[in-house]
């Protein structure tokens, strides 16, 4: 009887198979509402697990939740091991949780331990709501979530060659029916592409240029036009040069030599000058006549 591996501290290199992959997803979007599950077929050696093939869990109990493995489902999965896989081992099982997210339940925990526990035996998770996916795996008899996994693509290295077919046609009903369903696909499709030369860049250009020329023309008239109408319609001083006579205390204009306007303190006579105003007390009007003179002059000798 072989001797159990004993576990490790570290946790176990992993690397699958990426049409296990594929078919791990294409078995969990085949139910999104009720788990399924299956498991993974391959090698364990030197703490180093690769998984190469996976049988599906069929008769298993599925439900929302939680899903067991039957009698019927072991049976099943034995039956196609020992048919396609004889060399090979059981070093894990897979099983989705539809929106749930990428974890393992207390139901899936009890899975793990029971039927699953060798430290080269690891569980896969996988959301197909979410498209996450995740491998919890032995660690110093712990279950952990794995943080290295390799997906290896073993057909890599092929030749491509054509193969003559056209693309199937439910793709393009699908393609068709989603660009009806997108309102903005249907725009995109509707945008045209044209090839732009240098000389229509160039003539963008000079447009440009010259659009913006006018345009500062125009804020210049603008304002120009918006002044001379302020200028004539609103009150303005007129600044004009005139000279002050001191004597007269007039403004007379230097070109023309008239009076434009007289000081408000002309009447004031200044110091040790006479008023240009005549007084109408002064002497210079004519006095009465005097009689007694006059009666002296025409007065004849007795």
């Not at 078995?27 to 090698?43: M, N």
């Not at 030197?46 to 049976?75: K, P, S, Y």
């Not at 896969?124 to 795996?137: L, R």
Request: glycine share 6%; aromatic share 8%; proline share 6%.
């Amino acid at each position: 009887m072989k001797a159990k591996a004993k576990p490790s501290n570290a946790q176990p290199s992993l690397s699958v198979d990426s049409e296990v992959v594929r078919q791990i997803r294409q078995h969990a979007r085949s139910s999104s509402k009720a788990e399924i599950c299956g498991v993974l077929i391959g090698q364990d050696r030197d703490h180093r697990i690769a998984v190469t093939a996976c049988i599906e869990g069929q008769n298993a109990e599925e439900a929302g939740a939680h899903v067991t493995f039957t009698q019927d489902t072991w049976e099943h999965i034995y039956a196609v091991k020992d048919q396609k896989y004889p060399q090979e081992r059981i070093v894990g099982w897979y099983h989705s949780h539809p929106g749930f997210g990428v974890f393992l339940s207390d139901h899936d925990t009890f899975i793990h331990k029971n039927f699953f526990s060798s430290p080269g035996q690891v569980a896969w998770v996988f959301d197909p709501h979410s498209d996450e996916e995740g491998c919890f795996g032995w660690v110093d008899d712990r279950i952990e979530r794995l943080t290295q996994i390799a997906v290896l693509d073993r057909r890599g290295g092929e030749e491509a060659h054509e193969s003559g077919s056209s693309e199937p046609e439910g793709e393009h009903r699908a393609e068709s029916d989603a660009r009806e369903a997108r309102p903005e696909m249907r725009a995109a499709s509707q945008i045209k592409i044209r090839r732009v030369d240098s000389e229509d860049v160039t003539e963008s250009k000079d447009t440009s240029l010259e659009r913006m020329v006018f345009a500062v023309f125009s804020y210049l008239l603008t304002v120009t036009l918006g002044f001379a109408l302020c200028w004539y319609l609103f009150p303005h001083i007129v600044v004009m040069p005139v000279v002050f006579d001191p004597q007269t205390g007039q403004f007379i204009d230097p070109q023309s030599g008239q009076v434009v306007g007289v000081a408000r303190d002309a009447n004031a006579a200044g110091p040790g000058q006479t008023s240009a105003k005549p007084d109408s007390n002064s002497s210079t009007q004519p006095s009465a006549p005097n009689q007694s003179s006059k009666k002296g002059d025409n007065a004849k000798p007795n």
